[in-house]
C-alpha cells in the first residue's frame, strides 16, 4: 500500500470477523480504539507488530455488545484511562458495560476525538442499538461499518467519498447456502439484521468510492462462507480493479489510485 503523505487519518486493523474485531483508527491528535473483541494482551501485542501506539489512544468506541466487539473491554478499561462511547442500547446489553464510566452516543451525533470529528450513524444488526462511524479531519476522511445486513441510507450517506472505506463483506451468498450452518443460522446471516454479503458490499461501492477513496478493505470476512479472495475479487469487479496478486487478496485499479484489500482476523494490517 501506498503511504500518502498528505493522510492525517490512518487504519490499524488488530482483529477482523467473528472471533473478534479491534481496529485503532490514528488521528491528528491521539488515537481511538473501535471495538475490544480480543484480550488485552492479543491487543497489545498485536498493536506492537504494526509499530502502533496504544499510548495514544484517548477512546473506545464500541459499535454493537456482541462478545466478538467487547469481549476484551472490561479488562482495557480497567488498566487503561479511557473514554469510553457507545449507544445506551450497546450498555444495556450488558451487565459488564453497564457498570463502566461511558459517555452515551446516539445515531446522529458527531462528536470531537484525537483531533477528528467522529459521526455516528445507525446499522442494521440483531442488537440493542448498533452504530457504525466516520471519522473526519480537514482533509482526510475514514468510514467504518461491519456488522450489518443492510447498509442504511444513514450508512451511505457517512461512507460516501472516504480516502479509506473499511466495509463488511462478510459472506459469499453461494457459500453460505452450502455452507456448514443450520438454517436457522443462515437465515440470521442472510437477514437484514445479519452481515452484509460480498455482493451487497460490491453494489454499494459505486455510490460509496469517489476520486477520494484511496483505499477500500473487505472486514468482517467470514471463515466459513467466504474467502479474502472472493471477496476482493468481487469488490474489484465492481470497481473495475484488477488482481494486484496470484491469490486476489489484493486489487487495483489500473490508474492505480484505488487498492482493494482484505483485513484477517489474526493477520494485523495497517492501512496509511
Ligand atoms: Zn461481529
Ligand atoms: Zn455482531
Not at 504494526?50 to 459499535?63: C, E
Request: aromatic share 4%.
Amino acid at each position: 500500500m501506498l503511504f500518502n503523505m498528505e493522510a492525517k487519518i490512518h487504519l490499524h486493523i488488530l482483529a477482523s470477523g467473528s472471533k473478534g474485531n479491534a481496529c485503532v483508527v490514528e488521528g491528528p491528535e491521539g488515537s481511538v480504539l473501535i471495538d475490544c473483541g480480543i484480550s488485552r494482551r492479543e491487543l497489545i501485542s498485536r498493536a506492537d507488530t504494526l509499530g502502533v501506539d496504544m499510548g495514544r489512544v484517548q477512546a473506545l468506541l464500541l459499535t454493537h455488545e456482541h462478545s466478538d466487539h467487547v469481549a476484551g473491554v472490561t479488562v482495557l478499561c480497567n488498566h487503561a484511562e479511557l473514554g469510553l462511547y457507545a449507544t445506551a442500547g450497546t450498555v444495556a446489553a450488558r451487565s459488564y458495560l453497564a457498570k463502566l464510566p461511558c459517555n452515551l452516543v446516539e445515531p446522529g451525533d458527531t462528536i470531537g476525538i484525537a483531533g477528528m470529528a467522529v459521526q455516528v450513524f445507525h446499522t442494521s444488526h440483531d442488537v440493542g442499538d448498533p452504530v457504525g462511524f466516520r471519522f473526519e479531519c480537514p482533509g482526510d476522511a475514514l468510514g467504518y461499518c461491519t456488522d450489518t445486513g443492510v447498509l442504511t441510507s444513514e450508512a451511505y450517506e457517512a461512507l460516501a467519498g472516504c480516502r479509506i472505506l473499511a466495509l463488511e463483506s462478510n459472506h459469499d451468498v453461494g457459500m453460505l447456502d452450502r455452507g456448514p450452518y443450520p438454517p436457522f443460522l443462515k437465515a440470521r446471516v442472510r437477514g437484514t439484521g445479519g452481515h452484509l454479503s460480498n455482493d451487497q458490499a460490491a453494489q454499494a461501492l459505486p455510490q460509496l468510492v469517489t476520486d477520494d477513496t484511496e483505499t477500500v478493505i473487505a472486514m468482517h470476512i467470514s471463515e466459513k462462507n467466504n474467502r479474502p479472495g472472493i471477496a476482493v475479487r468481487t469488490l474489484a469487479e465492481a470497481v473495475g480493479a484488477e488482481p494486484a496478486n496470484s491469490t486476489f487478496t489484493e486489487a487495483r485499479t489500473p490508474d492505480g489510485h484505488l487498492s482493494i484489500c482484505a483485513a484477517a482476523q489474526a493477520r494485523p494490517l495497517s492501512v496509511w
